[in-house]
């Protein structure tokens, strides 16, 4: 889950996120569109699943925005 209440620590989703998986490194990506501190629509954030890596296995990352 994505939005409040969810495994990661990326900002809540404004709109429905697009799901990839890459095989060859056992990852599951969604990117989304998401609301920044204020409420506004801006940032592209990338949220993925590693069940390999070490630590957290949920890892949140911006790709794109202010």
Sequence with gaps: ???GGGVSTAPPAATAPFINYFSGHD???FAYLATNGDG???E???VFYCPDCSGNKWVAQ???GQ
């Design 44 to 46: 592209i954030w990338d």
């Design 40 to 42: 506004r629509i801006g």
């Design 1 to 3: 889950m994505i939005n």
């Design 27 to 29: 990852q599951q990506h």
């Design 62 to 64: 911006k790709i794109a």
